[in-house]
């Protein structure tokens, strides 16, 4: 049975009252219909917000639960890396610092200090326990690492005295030949600059075998063997650069080593006042060039040039305060000081000169206080007769604030002038303002 059709009026009033009572029905059921967006946005905020703040406290709570500080003892990781503990997680953590100072990162890297969970190098003392601070100087904690800082730390170190490593150049420990290199023929390097002496006496070259030309000119190494090339006598090392330089004179072992004869004649004791051998001691297999008496110093060319005038000692082992006095030991599960170890006094009645001999360098150094403030300033650095404060040598000038910036280096009248050309090239009004021509003590342009 077909049903007749509505007029077009009554359909639109039919589907207005079945849309009105489907929203009335749509509300009573789903009551965030109008404005829900701004509460779901609110709620998801502070859900959002829920779950930041759950795992704070949830670390929290984690970091206030105690480590276990035994936790990992038979692990490899507690032996290497000092992580002897164990977590709430699990993990093999470094806990206590006993775990750390047993352990062989501590002795090779100094890392000795456990802090969140690792073992780090947190002190200079860390670094002084490493193996590396006795074997190469490396006693130094700077930015979580250890590094050489002090030409001290060289001089103490096994490395200066088996190998005479005992300069400090770009953080590393080398010998005095090394830290000359670029300084040219005839030069050694004093201080920051380099020292030259007067051409020697030419030597005749020694007899070369032409597979050793290098070595033989330079090291007196000129006879081939089995081995490479070797110094069988005394005659190949002194007719050597190094014989020259640095007193290796003698042949011994196949190398050019120090002599007492080496040492007096070389340009290391004209220029630096290394004149006499370093003793034959216990645990010191290198010999090389020494000062052991002012006297030394105050007749060498680095005196009257840089100021290098005093006798200084060099640093011993025994004489580092940490590695005596500060060092940790393990006790229990903490680490406690070590006790100062007590040195062994020299018998002088029975000692050899080898004992009593004290090894050192020749040093700037002013030792009138009085003149300190316009030695710094005026190069006037030594009181003369009557107590006035003057200048002279030239190593004061050069040292001098009026040196390098006016170019004032000479010493000449009790005052530092500007005695040449080379002066005035010194100082950074030259380089700056063009005063590089030397007038009547003082530097000038002259183009102006």
């Known amino acids: 049975m077909r049903v007749p059709a509505l007029p077009v009026s009554q359909r639109s009033s039919l589907a207005s009252q079945v849309m009105t009572r489907s929203i009335f029905i749509w509300a009573l059921l789903s009551p965030c219909l109008f404005g829900c967006e701004e509460e779901a946005k609110t709620e998801g905020t ?33 032996a290497s890396q000092g992580k002897c503990g164990r977590n709430a997680e699990g993990m093999c953590v470094a806990a206590t610092p006993k775990g750390c100072l047993q352990s062989t990162k501590c002795k090779k890297t100094g890392a000795c200090t456990p802090q969140d969970g690792d073992c780090v190098v947190v002190s200079d003392l860390d670094c002084q326990q490493s ?50 290199e670029g300084c040219g023929p005839y030069c050694l390097r004093a201080r920051d600059s380099c020292v030259c ?9 020694p007899v070369q075998n032409i597979a050793c030309l290098g070595e033989c000119s330079r090291e007196g190494l000129c006879e081939l063997t089995e081995r490479g090339c070797k110094a069988v006598n005394d005659k190949m090392c002194q007719r050597s650069e190094v014989c020259l330089m640095h007193g290796r004179c003698k042949a011994e072992g196949g190398m050019c080593v120090v002599s007492e004869a080496g040492c007096v004649e070389s340009l290391s004791c004209k220029i630096l006042g290394l004149c006499d051998v370093s003793p034959v001691v216990e645990g010191r297999k290198w010999r090389s060039c020494v000062a052991t008496k002012e006297r030394m ?28 006095a500060g060092i ?39 030792k009138n206080k009085s003149c300190k403030g316009v030695c ?70 002259d183009k102006e």
């Open 297 to 324: 110093c105050r007749k060498s060319l680095a005196c009257q040039k840089v100021g290098l005038c005093e006798f200084a000692p060099r640093a011993k082992p025994e004489d580092q305060e940490p590695l005596t």
């Open 131 to 180: 193996e590396r601070c006795a074997s190469f100087g490396i006693c130094t904690a700077q930015a979580g690492e250890c590094i050489i800082t002090q030409e001290k730390d060289c001089e103490r170190s096994q490395v200066c005295r088996e190998l005479g490593k005992c300069k400090l150049m770009k953080n590393q420990c080398v010998t005095q030949e090394l830290w000359s």
């Open 376 to 445: 710094e300033r005026l190069g006037r650095c030594s009181p003369n007769t009557v107590g006035t404060c003057v200048a002279l040598m030239d190593a004061e000038c050069l040292m001098s604030e009026v040196c390098k910036r006016y170019g004032r280096c000479s010493a000449k009248g009790g005052a530092c002038i500007a005695e040449s050309n080379s002066d005035c090239r010194r100082g950074q009004n030259c380089k700056m303002f063009g005063y590089c021509t030397a007038q009547n003590g003082a530097c000038v342009n």
């Open 197 to 205: 002496s007067p051409p020697p006496k030419r030597r005749k070259p």
């Open 328 to 366: 940790m030991m393990v006790a229990g599960d903490e680490a406690t000081p070590k006790k100062p170890q007590k040195k062994t006094p020299v018998n002088y009645f029975n000692a050899t000169e080898d004992e009593v001999k004290e090894i050192g360098d020749c040093v700037f150094s002013t």
């Open 46 to 78: 502070a859900t959002a917000g829920a779950t930041e703040v759950a795992p704070k406290e949830a670390q929290t709570s984690t970091s206030l639960q105690e480590v276990s500080p035994r936790g990992c003892e038979g692990e490899p990781i507690c």
